[in-house]
């Protein structure tokens, strides 16, 4: 009777201590783990990186108030008569009705309390002078006289390439919030393109656009109606090489679907894309080339820029005219940009691309992953998981079945195939570089019939859920 209790006993001794044994070896293996976490050279100095490509990515001006600010004189139509610049000034109402973002961390809880109690005048130009003080606009930093009056303004890769959320709906009553992920005041969301963002309209109230009517060859009133055709979520990054403001004739699947339509192109999201080759709608070079030419050649920060095919006089004729393609040697310590291009990079590889944020049918979306790969051929040009090909991604217009006025302002005269993932964050402003299609209805619709598809309605329908389904 008592043998078997006894070997009941030694077996329960013997398993109590195996797993004493496993937890104990699986605790050290973690704690091994930890350790390596701590101290892994490579993994402390990507941190360091990406964390000062973050504060780069969000604040620094690269000296480009010498450009938004002293040329431009920007910060004196922001300030208005009243407050010792020129005009109505810009009051907060108006900052977010162009797509101006408010970062909400930035603001002290008092402020916010009377934000939120309605208790400050959205007027007056003065609580954007109070905003710009704490650094609280998204992308727009202020630099103050002692006396309190606004001496400059620059701008930040942050005032395309974020947004925030939606903390305070009570505030962006009334104004542009067509993302339902995004809002007027809230947290920032680094990488989603502002589609809300009308920076012509903002560039179009400086007071002095002489710099660029000269290089334009033209006069103020025309470079400001340039700057009024873009229309929000939209940046023309070639007109200032090539002049080209507006597409004679946009043709689609054969049909010509608007004459003068802007040269601007959409604001593209600029996170996924890690293992992507070239960037930008017409694929100028991979992100450290771009951030470099965005950085030196449209913030007009100060730096070095190198890019010979920038003397084609033929197709940059301004670019050409004035030496963009190799900006002047500067003293290394006057450079603000070329040290920064690591972190940079860094950074923008890092930003995880959010997951789709408007509800998806799955049953559908997994029909829709078949055609995609199958009937539809999509993933011929945009190669699943990356979303674009492995390799030089770029197409003839003839390809996409669209006109060529856009590719013909790239050095290498084609359309980069867009990395389609997360494309719920950016609904606003319509697909394609120009936006010309509304929707991805319209997109599906497109593709049906450049390619000769024959998709049934259904399974258009298909295609689309998978589309909403895409991440990266
Ligand atoms: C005034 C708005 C604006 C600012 C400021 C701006 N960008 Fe952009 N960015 C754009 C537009 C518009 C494009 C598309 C250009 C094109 O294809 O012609 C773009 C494209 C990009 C791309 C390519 C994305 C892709 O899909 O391949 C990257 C990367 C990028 N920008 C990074 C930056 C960085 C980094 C900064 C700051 C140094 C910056 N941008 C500042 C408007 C802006
Ligand atoms: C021949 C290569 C090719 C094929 C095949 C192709 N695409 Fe594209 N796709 C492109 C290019 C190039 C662009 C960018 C066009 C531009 O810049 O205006 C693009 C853009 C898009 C966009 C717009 C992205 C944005 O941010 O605006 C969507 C959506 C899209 N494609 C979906 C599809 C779907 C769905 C299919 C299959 C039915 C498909 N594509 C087949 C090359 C291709």
Redesign the pocket.
């Known amino acids: 009777m008592s043998q078997p209790r006894f070997r009941l006993h030694v077996i329960v001794m013997i398993a109590v201590l195996l797993l004493a044994c496993i937890i104990a070896v699986s605790r050290s293996a973690r704690a091994g783990a930890d350790n390596n976490t701590r101290h892994n050279p490579v993994v402390d100095n990507a941190t360091q990186k990406v964390l000062q490509g973050e504060q780069?990515?969000r604040f620094?001006t690269?000296g480009d108030e010498a450009f938004w600010g002293d040329t431009l004189k920007l910060h004196q139509a922001i300030e208005g008569a009243k407050l010792g610049g020129v005009g109505p000034g810009v009051s907060p109402k108006t900052a977010l009705a162009v797509g101006l973002k408010v970062d909400v961390d930035a603001l002290p809880p008092n402020l916010l309390q009377q934000i939120e109690k309605g208790k400050v005048n959205l007027d007056d130009p003065a609580v954007t002078l109070t905003l710009l003080k704490l650094n609280a606009v998204v992308?727009l930093t202020g630099s103050f006289n002692p006396s309190g009056t606004l001496k400059s303004v620059g701008?930040?890769?942050?005032?395309?390439?974020s947004t925030v959320d939606n903390s305070i709906p009570a505030l962006c009553a009334g104004q542009i919030t067509p993302n339902p992920a995004t809002g007027c005041i809230g947290h920032r969301l680094d990488g989603w393109?502002?589609r809300d963002?009308n920076?012509g309209a903002i560039v179009a109230v400086a007071p002095d656009l002489s710099v660029i009517a000269n290089l334009l060859s033209t006069d103020q009133a025309t470079v400001r109606k340039v700057l009024n055709s873009w229309g929000p979520g939209?940046?023309?990054?070639?007109l200032l090489l090539d002049g080209r403001a507006f597409n004679p004739q946009q043709v689609t699947d054969g049909v010509v679907t608007g004459t003068n339509v802007s040269g601007?192109?959409?604001?593209?999201?600029?996170f996924g894309?890690g293992g992507?080759n070239?960037?930008?709608?017409?694929?100028?070079g991979s992100?450290p080339h771009?951030?470099a030419f965005?950085?030196n050649l449209?913030?007009h920060?100060k730096g070095r820029f190198f890019d010979p095919r920038l003397n084609n006089a033929a197709q940059f004729p301004i670019a050409a005219a004035n030496g963009f393609a190799d900006l002047p040697h500067i003293n290394p310590d006057d450079d603000l940009?070329t040290s920064k291009l690591a972190a940079?990079?860094l950074y923008?590889l890092s930003i995880p691309a959010p997951n789709p944020t408007v509800p998806f049918d799955k049953a559908a979306a997994a029909r829709g992953d078949e055609l995609f790969s199958g009937k539809a051929g999509c993933n011929n040009c945009h190669a699943e998981p990356l979303w674009t090909e492995p390799g030089w991604n770029l197409h003839q217009p003839a390809d996409v079945c669209i006109d060529s006025f856009?590719a013909n302002?790239?050095p290498d005269m084609r359309y980069?195939t867009?990395?389609i993932g997360a494309l719920s964050t950016h609904f606003t402003g319509g697909f394609y570089?120009d936006g010309r299609f509304a929707d991805l209805n319209a997109v599906v619709n497109h593709y049906d019939k450049c390619m000769n598809l024959g998709l049934s309605g259904s399974e258009k329908g298909d295609l689309i859920q998978y589309l909403l389904s895409l991440k990266f």
Do not use: Y
């Open positions: 780069i990515f620094d690269f992308g701008i930040q890769c942050a005032l395309c390439h393109a502002n963002l920076v939209k940046f023309d990054a070639e601007a192109s959409l604001i593209p999201p600029p894309l992507v070239l960037h930008t709608w017409i694929g100028w992100v771009w951030n965005v950085a449209e913030m920060g940009i940079l990079q923008q856009q302002r790239g980069r867009s990395p570089h």
